[in-house]
């Protein structure tokens, strides 16, 4: 299997003039038209565009797996066989036999009512004629490889009590059970934490090697492509826009639409000068060292000193210092919470809960928080899914009691106050959520979404009211006939452009963006993150940035906050934080980061898989 | 219930270019008018609201409404000379087709039949209607308020809502008409409506429930909104489409179970008229005077039946996931087109 | 998982129980219980007035009798019922709910078991054929099923289903082929909807079973079933050899030879024991004692056969040979019901009127444990038909809707990716999950059925709790009302704890975090 050195380059795929097409209102609506490429064995082929760009249906296609609504034309040839149009008798012993998928979403991509093993072992015996305690040791054997822990006890398990990561894996399992010759990958990572994230990049790289088999990368992801591609096609509006290694487009783009794309994404390390933490391991010990020459000038305080003392050894690689299950927070020189200045948000050891509900228990989600943002200052909070960093935003608007400790905005404490006390300090206080199309009423025009808080706060009505509204779309680039537009008829980027402005309507002193760009595209995101900065500039609001995303947070935050499992374990600046992280989970989470730049990626990989190694079992 | 949600989850998920779609059948129109632009294209629908509006027309405007006379000439009280033998209906195919005297036929005092259902019909009609009404403003408030307060009001609403549950609507249903029954339509209507909202809010409070988790609902409270105003201003307009199909649905149950009690005996009764108190007077003759028993049940079914096909497109209408039903026929000529052409 | 159940127990207990209490107020208002005595001319209607106060003990506060009843009704905690006197009748309501409550049960149960059945498996096919004339075909009905009074339908039943086919099964004589043929194009075009197919396979589909049906029908009239009817050994071997096939089918597909024998030896098995149980039934009387060992047997027999042809999946081969072998069963019992019919048909008591129209079992009728029997269906047939219809429309819309869901699902799409063929997608990845809301519906509709029975059992005369209710409600007996209330009440309790069992059973999200 693996010494088919010779034929490595022989294509298993060859895909010409491959269109889909829906019918849809009684005509056919383009999906995807005129795409060429070959996929040849123990290669990665990317297929790269933003949401609506065909990449998936088109790859569904080969597999006769597109809705009965739509229809592929064209040819793609799998070792002379033809797959489109073939009878589907013939089709289903090609599926997960020599073509098989891996899903976007593990959850939902395996059926809730069976066990992982015996999701595993149905492909296996459809296709090869085994007995179920072969299959089963099969099975066994595959979750193994993709390394599973406990196989024997996960085996029995259900999709639902398996982590992400696992069910991924089991996902992934499952596609390699009968030695495919060609893996379609659809954004295999896109729904998992970005350290999970790294695992299974790590695994499918180790896989590819293995197995021999031709992968097409289905991702808007370029971080991921710059990680795992030999070769890629970007795709936009059902069109490939342009194809080749990997290098020669993340080097050398010639389409503008690359370029743009390119550009768009953040790049983690680009705030700071030098490169990000785990660029190679090499660094790690050169920042430690920078990270001694600073601490002279380091604050006066001295619980942050006598934490910086604790955790300098920790800054070296294999540093026993801080374990990764420590709670402690790290303030990094300057960043210590200091109560006596004035701030638009202080959480003075605060615990956060979600109140009981019926019989369903309370749940702290946030335990001993100290954290400041001054006023004018963007903080940015980062931390991986169930981290907390939502719970805080939430609790600084008083939408979750704040259970001990202390939570003051903008100079009061919004402690057990009541939904009718807060609605004046609520005044002060501004909120982008994450999904644009869930925080805009879509029974409202945005318009009165838009001018909601004017009219409960301030009163204002009619034309005073709609000049107001008219000022804050110009001022988040809209066109002001966009007010009597409902939220389903804009896009992605229009609505949180909107969110943005709602936000903005009474001038904050304090804004909580919530993962605000975490659901756009790439392309949209720069723009919005573009207008967000802008708009800081000019109104001058302090802000709690939320987000997963750690380069988008050094884009635009000025200190970051790192979350884990509901305690607060880092905080210092951005560069500090992004070049020389102390905590070890700071510290797998930032190498973790795939960066759009094949080359230094390819560094980082080696120290990602390190540092994923030496944190793996915490 | 939570279909919403799961319609946005799938819009921001999906990379297959449904968005696309979605935004292109969308393009510049108020949620209300995709409403009501799928609606129109429910062939069921679209002819149950004729048959029915037809048939309430008819039905008010044959015997008139209180004071105000009807076109057609014999009362549903009046008894006369029975016409035909037995009072068998009197349409027949001569001179091409004749309704005659008595479309409908009589009974055995000479009653006219086409009276008795045209009146019957307005009965069943209003006391559907004011079953619909009670059960819309007590379900949506119940399950409105269990939704969005959740909690220990939740738990006693609920408990409630399980005291109503546990025995079959035509018992409870029954003791109540027994109550209040007799000849007293609209009474009969407000006491049915008491029993059958529970369905209506169990839906409303999940729907309720999810919609709370809706970030829009955080962004109207730190708007500075308060609990009725998100309740009634937000919330509402987007438990619309449960509600409205909803109360459709249990109005189309509601005739029936009109229909049922007055046929036991504990809905409407002589002299009170209504479809199933028809029936109930008429079943004994069914092997004589079988148009008695057929014209009262017909036309319980022909509402029955039109107003669950307007329930059920309103509800195609109002589900999101529901998109416009695809012509495969059309699709497959288009193909046909495109082969040839190819060739 | 079991608190749960017992809290949700509990609290559904109270709540019965403060239901109790507000109908018992709101009925001594509603009944009056002077009503024969209103136009009574008696000269000593003081008395009487005075004497039936005294019988219901009426000067008592009503609260005060609604513990006492409390009492009563408690006593059977202890073994010591009393749910009062129906005053009219003066019986003991104790003796009253004797026969109703196992009549009412029998009538749900039957229709419930073959409405689930059949409304999964149409809804089924209906949410699979999405949009086809098939598809809307199904809506309709079902829709109008649902717009179906079932006090009309029973009347109609009883006119067309009963009075007519005994008239036609004492004279028949057909007067017009067109009806007939008119049946069996239907019948053609529903089979051709139901299993689709390309324009070949269609026309195929629609022939032979426009043809099927003709056959079958010529074959009952030319043969005079209908005065006769009866399945015979051959009618075992052929129907058991065709479960046998479908049974192998759905379970794991024709394909798997291996199980496909099993099943096809439980069919021989079932018809080579075929004139021996015959022996069996002769010489020895039955009782449904024997029934069950019987049927025990059978089980232990499918099992054996399962096991022997195992192969590498012993409970696939289990699980088709046991279904096969329960219709195998069911079908040799049935053959023997039949058997029979001419001795009850012409039993004076039914004077060749074999379709009963009234009550739950002739009256005068002796015969043994197999003429009681078909007396007991020929007795449950309408009432059971007008239940049916009514719950079959809601359990085939649930199907349709749920299926529909489930098959949009992202699994569904992963199972094809897999390479599953699509009757694997269907029976094993979709339908599991699809039946899982179905679980909740259960109890809403049997307590919808409850209803349903109040009607027909009314117009059937079918002694049972719903007539009881009735006619208690017609005479103003309170009593019995509230036994009523109190006893529906709790087979409403139980079918929700069932409905939670299954959800339990059938969702392992549920099942194993608790």
């Known amino acids: ?618 | 219930m939570s279909t919403n949600n799961d319609n946005q989850k799938l819009l921001a998920l999906d990379e297959t270019g449904d968005n696309a779609i979605e935004a292109k059948e969308t393009e510049g129109l108020s949620q209300g008018r995709i409403v009501f632009r799928k609606f129109l294209r429910h062939k069921g629908a679209m002819i149950s609201i004729v048959v029915f509006a037809l048939v309430a027309i008819f039905a008010f405007s044959a015997q008139g409404v209180g004071p105000i006379p009807g076109w057609w000439i014999y009362s549903h009280t009046a008894s006369g000379p029975v016409t035909n033998p037995g009072g068998s209906p009197t349409w027949s195919f001569s001179n091409f087709f004749s309704l005659g005297e008595h479309p409908f036929g009589q009974d055995e005092i000479g009653r006219d039949n086409f009276a008795r259902v045209m009146k019957g019909t307005q009965i069943s009609i209003i006391v559907m209607l004011i079953i619909g009404g009670v059960s819309l403003v007590i379900g949506t408030l119940v399950g409105a308020l269990a939704g969005y307060y959740r909690g220990w009001l939740d738990s006693a609403l609920m408990r409630v809502t399980d005291g109503f549950i546990i025995l079959p609507v035509i018992v409870v249903g029954s003791i109540l008409g027994k109550l209040v029954g007799g000849s007293n339509g609209p009474m009969l209507g407000l006491v049915l409506g008491g029993i059958l909202w529970t369905g209506l809010a169990r839906l409303v409070r999940g729907d309720f429930m999810s919609l709370r988790e809706r970030e829009f609902v955080d962004s109207a409270r730190v708007a500075g909104a308060g609990d009725f105003r998100i309740m009634f201003k937000h919330m509402l307009p987007n438990a619309m489409g449960v509600i409205i199909v909803n109360t459709t649905l249990l109005m189309s149950q509601a005739i029936v179970l009109e229909a049922s009690l007055s046929y036991l005996g504990f809905g409407i009764q002589a002299p009170g008229i209504s479809l199933g108190q028809l029936i109930s007077e008429y079943q004994t003759s069914f092997a004589t005077r079988p148009w008695l028993f057929w014209w009262p049940g017909l036309f319980i079914i022909i509402i029955a039946l039109c107003v669950n096909f307007i329930g059920d497109g309103l509800r195609d209408a109002f589900d999101p996931r529901m998109k416009t039903i695809p012509s495969w026929r059309k699709m497959k000529k288009a193909e046909r087109m495109t082969q040839k052409e190819a060739k | 998982m079991t608190r749960f159940i017992l809290r949700r127990l509990l609290s559904t207990a109270l709540v019965l129980l403060v239901v109790t209490f507000v109908l018992y107020m709101l009925l001594n208002v509603a009944l009056d219980f002077f009503w024969d005595l209103r136009s009574s001319t008696s000269p000593n209607i003081a008395a009487l007035y005075e004497s039936r106060r005294r019988l219901l003990d009426l000067d008592t506060p009503a609260i005060v009798r609604y513990f006492k009843w409390l009492a009563g009704v408690g006593g059977c905690v202890v073994g010591q019922c009393d749910f009062g006197i129906a005053w009219k009748s003066g019986q003991e309501v104790t003796s009253q709910l004797q026969g109703a409550i196992a009549n009412t049960v029998k009538l749900i149960t039957a229709s419930t078991l073959v409405a689930i059945v059949l409304g999964i498996a149409v809804g089924m096919v209906s949410a699979i054929r999405q949009y086809s004339g098939f598809d809307y075909f199904i809506t309709f009905v079902s829709f109008l099923l649902y717009s179906l009074p079932v006090f009309w339908v029973a009347v109609l039943l009883k006119q067309y289903g009963a009075i007519d086919i005994n008239n036609f099964i004492n004279d028949p004589t057909v007067t017009s082929w067109v009806p007939i043929i008119i049946v069996c194009l239907a019948m053609g075009l529903f089979w051709m909807g139901a299993l689709g197919g390309g324009g070949k396979r269609r026309l195929i589909t629609f022939v032979a079973a426009s043809v099927i049906t003709f056959a079958t029908i010529y074959y009952i009239l030319a043969s005079g079933w209908m005065q006769q009817p009866s399945i015979g050994i051959i009618g075992v071997i052929v129907i058991g050899a065709g479960a046998a096939v479908v049974m192998t089918f759905l379970s794991t597909g024709l394909k798997n030879k291996r199980v496909l024998y099993a099943t096809l030896t439980m069919a021989v098995i079932g018809a080579l024991l075929y004139m021996p149980l015959q022996y069996l039934f002769y010489y020895q009387d039955m009782s449904w004692l024997w029934m069950l060992g019987l049927l025990i047997v059978t089980v232990l027999v499918a099992i054996g056969v399962g096991f022997a042809f195992r192969g590498p999946d012993p409970w696939d081969t289990v699980r088709t040979t046991f279904f096969t072998g329960l219709i195998i069963a069911v079908l040799i019992f049935a053959d023997r019901v039949l058997q029979g019919w001419t001795e009850y048909s012409e039993d004076p008591a039914i004077n060749n009127r074999p379709i009963a129209t009234i009550g739950a079992s002739a009256p005068n009728i002796d015969g043994d444990f197999w003429i009681t029997n078909l007396d007991t269906f020929t007795h449950l047939l309408l009432p059971s038909i007008a239940l049916i219809l009514i719950s079959f429309a809601s359990y085939t819309r649930y199907t349709r809707g749920s299926m529909l869901e489930v098959m949009g699902q992202d699994y569904i799409r992963t199972a094809r990716a897999k390479g599953l063929n699509e009757r694997t997608v269907v029976m094993r990845h979709a339908l599991r999950n699809a039946l899982l809301p179905l679980a909740s519906i259960i109890p809403v509709d049997i307590i919808t059925m409850i209803g349903g029975a109040v009607i027909t059992e009314t117009i059937f005369g079918w002694n049972g709790m719903g007539k009881l209710f009735i006619d208690s409600m017609r005479q103003s007996e309170l009593d019995p009302i509230m036994a009523y209330i109190l006893i529906t009440g709790l087979l409403a309790i139980i079918a929700n704890l069932v409905a939670d069992f299954l959800y339990a059973v059938l969702d392992p999200r549920i099942r194993v975090n608790a």
């Open chain 1, 1 to 618: 299997m693996t010494d088919t050195t010779t034929t490595a380059k022989s294509p298993i795929l060859e895909v010409t003039d491959l269109g889909v097409k829906f019918w849809v209102n009684d005509e056919w609506w383009m999906a995807a038209e005129d795409l060429n490429y070959t996929v040849n064995a123990g290669e990665v082929l990317a297929i790269v565009g933003e949401s609506g760009s065909g990449k998936s249906q088109s790859s569904m296609s080969l597999l006769g797996l597109l809705p009965s609504n739509g229809r592929a034309t064209g040819s793609a040839k799998m070792a002379g066989t033809e797959l489109i149009g073939m009878a589907s008798e013939r089709m289903q012993r090609i599926r997960g036999n020599e073509i098989s998928v891996i899903f976007q979403e593990p959850m939902t991509a395996l059926n809730p009512v069976y066990t992982a093993g015996f999701q595993i072992v149905e492909t296996l015996r459809v296709h090869l004629d085994i007995g179920p305690t072969e299959a089963k040791e099969r099975a066994l054997e595959l979750m193994r490889l993709v390394e599973i822990p406990d196989p024997e006890e996960r085996f029995h398990s259900f999709p639902h009590q398996l982590s992400g990561g696992q069910r991924q894996r089991i996902m992934i399992a499952q596609a390699l059970a009968c030695q495919p010759k060609l893996l379609i990958a659809d954004e295999p990572t896109t729904a998992l934490d970005v350290t999970v994230q790294a695992e299974i990049l790590k695994l499918m790289r180790e896989l590819k090697h293995k197995l021999d088999a031709g992968i097409i990368l289905i991702t808007h992801d370029m971080g991921v492509v710059a990680d795992m591609a030999d070769r890629m096609i970007v795709m936009k509006a059902g069109r490939v826009v342009e194809a080749g290694t990997a290098d020669e487009i993340f080097y050398n783009p010639q389409h503008p639409y690359t370029r743009q794309l390119l550009e768009a994404v953040p790049h983690l390390g680009t705030a700071i000068e030098g490169e990000a933490f785990g660029a190679d391991v090499a660094d790690i010990a050169d920042s430690a060292a920078v990270h001694e020459a600073h601490e002279g000038d380091a604050a006066a305080d001295s619980r942050a000193r006598e934490a910086v003392e604790a955790a300098q050894p920790a800054s070296l690689p294999q540093a026993p210092g801080i374990t990764m299950d420590s709670t402690e927070t790290y303030y990094h020189p300057g960043s210590q919470a200091d109560f006596s200045q004035p701030a638009a948000l202080q959480l003075r050891d605060a615990a956060i809960e979600y109140p009981s509900i019926g019989r369903k228990k309370a749940f702290r989600a946030a335990h001993h928080i100290n954290l400041m943002v001054a006023p004018g200052e963007v903080v940015g909070l980062v931390g991986e899914s169930g981290s907390g960093k939502t719970t805080i935003g939430r609790a600084a608007l008083g939408l979750l009691p704040t259970v001990e400790g202390d939570m003051v905005v903008n100079g009061k404490s919004i402690k057990g106050l009541s939904n009718k006390q807060m609605r004046p300090l609520r005044k002060e206080v501004g909120i982008v959520f994450q999904d644009p199309g869930s925080s805009l009423n879509p029974r409202l025009p945005v318009g009165e979404s838009i001018g909601e808080p004017l009219y409960l706060h301030e009163k204002m009505k009619g034309p005073e009211l709609s000049k107001r509204v008219e000022d804050l779309l110009t001022a988040v680039e809209l066109p002001t006939s966009m007010r009597n537009r409902y939220p389903h008829e804009l896009s992605g980027g229009q609505r949180q452009r909107i969110g943005i402005a709602r936000a903005l309507t009474l001038r904050p002193k304090l804004l909580i963006a919530d993962e605000p760009t975490s659901a756009l595209d790439v392309s949209v995101q720069a723009k919005v993150l573009d207008l967000f900065e802008g708009l800081q500039h000019e109104y001058g609001f302090a802000c709690l940035f939320i987000s997963h995303d750690l380069a988008v947070i050094e884009r635009i935050a000025s200190r970051i906050a790192v979350m884990r499992h509901g305690y607060l374990v880092e905080i210092g600046k951005s560069s500090q934080v992004v070049s020389n992280p102390v905590h070890p989970y700071t510290k797998r989470l930032l190498s973790a980061v795939p960066v759009p730049d094949p080359r230094e990626q390819r560094k980082r990989r080696e120290a990602r898989d390190a540092v994923l190694e030496a944190t793996a079992n915490a």
